[in-house]
C-alpha cells in the first residue's frame, strides 16, 4: 500500500485543449467576493496553449496586491491543471484599469440585484458535491465519513442529503428527530450533531417522512423543488464546507445543483471494477460541462486486507487510479474493505472516528481535502473592500 493520498497524477499522452475549453472552465472560477466569475468580470484577459500542453493565462486583478490572488491562483492552477492534455500551467498577472475596475464593479452589483437571493449557502462555505456514476459504491458512506472527519477537525460541516430517493444520511450519522423551523427567519433549521471540536449541521428527506423505509415516488420536477429548498431555505449558518450527497448518474438533480451552485466542486467515488469506473467519466463531464471543477477521487473497496498484511482484491485493482488518469483529477486515495465501515453505518458511529484500516484511510483524504485540494476559504481580501467603498461612494453622490 502506498503511504498515502497524493494529488500528483500522471496523463495520458492526449492532444492539448483548446482556448476555447480553457476560458470555459475559466468561467467556473468565481471572485469569491463580487460572487462573479472571472470571464464575466473582465478579469480573465486572454489563454494561450502550446503544442506541448503549456497554458499560459492572464488575469487582472482589482489591484495588484490583492490578497485573494492566491486563492484564484490556486482556483485556476486546479482547473486547468485538470483538463487532460495540460502539462503546466502559467498565470501571468496584471491590473484592471480603472475603467475596467468601475466595469467590473457593476456587473458585480447588477449580479447580485438580478440573483439575490440565490441561496442559503454562506459564501464563504466549500461546497463539496460527492458524486458517483452508479450506485452501490459507497459514496453515502464516503460523505457521512468526510463529513465527520472534517468536524472533528474542528470545522463547521453542513451536510444535504440530495439523494432525494435513496436517502441514508440521518441513520448513517445516528441523528434522528423531525426538521424544525426558525419563527425569526422562517427558514427550516438543521438536525445538529457536535463531532470533536466541530459540528454537522444535516438536512435530509429522511428527517421529512414518518419512516426510513418510505418510498418516495416523485419525478424530475419535485425532485429539483426539493432540493432548492434545501439550497434556498435551510438556516444552514456561518458553514465552513458543505458535503452533497448527490444521488447516483447524471439525471435532473445533478444538473440542476450545478446550476443552483456554481462554486461547487466535485469529489467523484469510484469502486477497482471497470463498470464503475466507466459510467463514473460521464458524472466527470457533467460536471465540467456546467463548469465545476473536479476535486479529485476516491476509490472505494480497494481491497480487503487481513490482519497479518495480506491484500484480498475482491473487486479488481486499479479503476481509481484508472478513472483519475482518463478524466485529469487527483486521487486522492483509496479506502480499504473494513467491516467497521457498515457497522459504523447501521449504528450512526461513522468509521472515521475510531479506528482502523478505513478510519486511517479516511483521515488521511481529509488531511490533503483540508491542506490542500480543497482547502477552506479565506474570504478577507480587496474585492469586498472596492465594492463596499464603490457603493458608498454611489450613495452619497446619490
Given at each position: 500500500m502506498s503511504?498515502g493520498p497524493s494529488?500528483?497524477?500522471?496523463?495520458?499522452?492526449?492532444d492539448?485543449p483548446?482556448i476555447?475549453?480553457?476560458m470555459g472552465?475559466?468561467?467556473g472560477?468565481v471572485?469569491?467576493?463580487?460572487?462573479s466569475?472571472?470571464?464575466e468580470?473582465?478579469m480573465?484577459?486572454?489563454a494561450?496553449?502550446?503544442?506541448?500542453g503549456?497554458v499560459?493565462?492572464t488575469?487582472a486583478l482589482?489591484?495588484?496586491?490583492?490578497?485573494?490572488?492566491?486563492?484564484?491562483?490556486?482556483?485556476?492552477r486546479a482547473?486547468?491543471?485538470?483538463?487532460?492534455?495540460v502539462t503546466k500551467v502559467?498565470?501571468?498577472?496584471?491590473?484592471?484599469?480603472?475603467?475596467?475596475?468601475?466595469?467590473a464593479?457593476a456587473?458585480?452589483?447588477w449580479?447580485?440585484a438580478?440573483d439575490?437571493?440565490?441561496t442559503?449557502?454562506p459564501a464563504?462555505?466549500?461546497?463539496?458535491?460527492?458524486?458517483?456514476g452508479?450506485?452501490?459504491?459507497g459514496?453515502?458512506s464516503?460523505?457521512v465519513?468526510?463529513?465527520a472527519?472534517?468536524a472533528?477537525r474542528?470545522?463547521?460541516?453542513?451536510v444535504?442529503?440530495?439523494?432525494?430517493?435513496?436517502?441514508?444520511?440521518p441513520?448513517?450519522?445516528?441523528i434522528e428527530g423531525r426538521l424544525g423551523?426558525?419563527?425569526e427567519?422562517?427558514k427550516?433549521t438543521?438536525n445538529h450533531?457536535?463531532?470533536?471540536a466541530?459540528?454537522?449541521e444535516?438536512?435530509?428527506m429522511?428527517f421529512l417522512?414518518?419512516?426510513?423505509e418510505?418510498?418516495?415516488?416523485?419525478?424530475g420536477?419535485?425532485?429539483?423543488r426539493?432540493v432548492?429548498h434545501?439550497?434556498?431555505?435551510?438556516e444552514w449558518?456561518?458553514?465552513?464546507?458543505?458535503?452533497?450527497?448527490m444521488?447516483?448518474?447524471?439525471?435532473?438533480?445533478?444538473?440542476?445543483l450545478?446550476?443552483?451552485?456554481?462554486r461547487?466542486?466535485?469529489?467523484?467515488?469510484?469502486t477497482?471494477?471497470?463498470a464503475?469506473q466507466?459510467?463514473?467519466?460521464?458524472?466527470a463531464?457533467?460536471g465540467?460541462?456546467?463548469y465545476l471543477r473536479?476535486?479529485?477521487?476516491?476509490e472505494n473497496?480497494s481491497?480487503?486486507?487481513t490482519p497479518?498484511g495480506?491484500?484480498?482484491?475482491?473487486f479488481?485493482?486499479?479503476?481509481?487510479d484508472?478513472l483519475?488518469?482518463?478524466?485529469?483529477?487527483?486521487l486522492?486515495?483509496s479506502i480499504?474493505?473494513?467491516?467497521a465501515?457498515?457497522?459504523?453505518?447501521?449504528s450512526?458511529?461513522?468509521?472515521v472516528l475510531?479506528e482502523?484500516?478505513a478510519?486511517d484511510a479516511?483521515?488521511?483524504?481529509v488531511?490533503?481535502?483540508?491542506t490542500e485540494a480543497?482547502p477552506?476559504?479565506?474570504m478577507?481580501?480587496?474585492s469586498?473592500?472596492l465594492?463596499a467603498a464603490?457603493?458608498a461612494?454611489?450613495d452619497e453622490a446619490g
Amino acid at each position: 500500500m502506498s503511504d498515502g493520498p497524493s494529488i500528483a497524477t500522471q496523463r495520458p499522452p492526449v492532444d492539448p485543449p483548446s482556448i476555447d475549453e480553457v476560458m470555459g472552465l475559466l468561467r467556473g472560477v468565481v471572485d469569491p467576493e463580487l460572487g462573479s466569475d472571472i470571464v464575466e468580470l473582465g478579469m480573465a484577459k486572454g489563454a494561450t496553449v502550446d503544442a506541448d500542453g503549456l497554458v499560459d493565462v492572464t488575469i487582472a486583478l482589482t489591484t495588484s496586491g490583492c490578497p485573494l490572488r492566491a486563492q484564484i491562483q490556486r482556483d485556476v492552477r486546479a482547473r486547468i491543471g485538470g483538463l487532460p492534455g495540460v502539462t503546466k500551467v502559467h498565470i501571468t498577472w496584471t491590473e484592471l484599469t480603472p475603467d475596467e475596475k468601475a466595469a467590473a464593479m457593476a456587473k458585480a452589483r447588477w449580479n447580485v440585484a438580478q440573483d439575490a437571493p440565490e441561496t442559503a449557502v454562506p459564501a464563504t462555505c466549500r461546497v463539496l458535491m460527492v458524486a458517483s456514476g452508479k450506485g452501490g459504491v459507497g459514496k453515502s458512506s464516503v460523505t457521512v465519513n468526510l463529513a465527520a472527519a472534517l468536524a472533528d477537525r474542528g470545522y463547521a460541516v453542513g451536510v444535504m442529503d440530495a439523494d432525494i430517493w435513496g436517502f441514508s444520511i440521518p441513520r448513517m450519522l445516528g441523528i434522528e428527530g423531525r426538521l424544525g423551523g426558525s419563527p425569526e427567519s422562517g427558514k427550516i433549521t438543521p438536525n445538529h450533531r457536535s463531532v470533536g471540536a466541530g459540528h454537522l449541521e444535516v438536512v435530509s428527506m429522511g428527517f421529512l417522512v414518518e419512516d426510513e423505509e418510505t418510498a418516495l415516488m416523485w419525478r424530475g420536477l419535485i425532485l429539483n423543488r426539493a432540493v432548492r429548498h434545501f439550497c434556498e431555505d435551510v438556516e444552514w449558518g456561518d458553514l465552513d464546507y458543505l458535503l452533497i450527497d448527490m444521488p447516483p448518474g447524471t439525471g435532473d438533480v445533478q444538473m440542476g445543483l450545478a446550476k443552483m451552485l456554481p462554486r461547487a466542486e466535485m469529489i467523484i467515488v469510484t469502486t477497482p471494477a471497470l463498470a464503475a469506473q466507466k459510467v463514473a467519466v460521464r458524472v466527470a463531464h457533467m460536471g465540467r460541462n456546467n463548469y465545476l471543477r473536479v476535486v479529485g477521487v476516491i476509490e472505494n473497496m480497494s481491497a480487503y486486507v487481513t490482519p497479518d498484511g495480506e491484500r484480498h482484491e475482491l473487486f479488481g485493482a486499479g479503476g481509481g487510479d484508472s478513472l483519475a488518469r482518463q478524466i485529469g483529477a487527483p486521487l486522492l486515495g483509496s479506502i480499504p474493505i473494513d467491516a467497521a465501515v457498515s457497522a459504523g453505518g447501521d449504528s450512526g458511529n461513522p468509521v472515521v472516528l475510531g479506528e482502523g484500516p478505513a478510519a486511517d484511510a479516511y483521515r488521511k483524504i481529509v488531511e490533503v481535502i483540508a491542506t490542500e485540494a480543497a482547502p477552506p476559504i479565506n474570504m478577507e481580501g480587496c474585492s469586498a473592500r472596492l465594492l463596499a467603498a464603490a457603493e458608498a461612494a454611489l450613495d452619497e453622490a446619490g
